[in-house]
């Protein structure tokens, strides 16, 4: 147990489905990440949200759309995927005072797209 | 720019030392050591502060190179829980950027 729940941990999905992946994290922190990680490749930065406010979308395709709704809470909205994005997402969060603290991880959500 | 990391694998017998390398195009002001096992989230093991403190591990240390572009990760007499994946993770441009990965398998 890490202090951060992500759920689904399992999801399929067909390309021309919605979907959601929800992160929850009971650390008290000010930033949180999501992480795209395919087979044998390694972490990929997707987006950052420091203090609520989204201040890294890392060339990231539109089809996914990121929310957070309060510091505690991030959402991953999923549309019109493409196979190529089945992959393990993974969100974390951390401390970010004068430098990023540690990052703390949820299990992840393995995404599969049909 | 993705730090690089050497050697993309190891095999080690119980008992063994390690060396894992983290290298990037700008200097590091502090790096962070995970690991992660297959089919778990990575786990922190330790932070190399800019000045060269340490927080974390009591078996596992790091260190800079003088140009401070690279950052080396010792394992020290190597437990079979050892093994996983190894990512060094650093701020760069305000993002949080890991390493390409080096993959540890402790042989008993």
């Known amino acids: 147990e890490t202090g951060v729940t992500q759920t689904p941990r399992h999801l399929v999905m067909g390309m021309t489905n919605k979907k959601s992946l929800k992160c929850e994290q009971h650390l008290g922190h000010n930033a949180m990440y999501w992480y795209k990680q395919s087979a044998k490749k390694p972490l990929e930065l997707m987006f950052v949200y420091n203090f609520k406010e989204q201040t890294e979308n890392n060339s990231v395709p539109s089809r996914f759309s990121p929310e957070c709704p309060n510091s505690s809470h991030l959402f991953l909205h999923l549309h019109t995927l493409q196979p190529e994005d089945s992959a393990l997402y993974l969100c974390?969060?951390?401390?970010?005072?004068?430098?990023?603290?540690?990052?703390?991880f949820g299990e992840g959500s393995r995404l599969t797209v049909l | 720019q993705q730090p690089v990391q050497s050697p993309q694998a190891v095999i080690l017998r119980e008992g063994e030392d390690a060396v894992i390398n983290c290298s990037s195009s700008?200097?590091?002001?502090?790096v962070h050591w995970y690991r992660q096992k297959h089919g778990e989230a990575p786990v922190f093991l330790m932070i190399?502060?800019?000045?060269?403190e340490q927080k974390g591990h009591d078996k596992i240390s790091a260190s800079f190179n003088e140009k401070k572009q690279q950052s080396s990760l010792y394992l020290t007499a190597s437990q079979l829980s050892y093994s996983g994946t190894y990512f060094c993770?650093?701020?760069?441009?305000?993002?949080?950027?890991f390493g390409t990965g080096t993959r540890l398998k402790v042989l008993a």
């Open positions: 974390a969060s951390s401390q970010v005072d004068e430098n990023t603290g540690e990052l703390f």
């Open positions: 700008k200097a590091l002001y502090s």
């Open positions: 190399l502060l800019k000045g060269g």
């Open positions: 993770g650093t701020e760069q441009d305000y993002k949080y950027i």
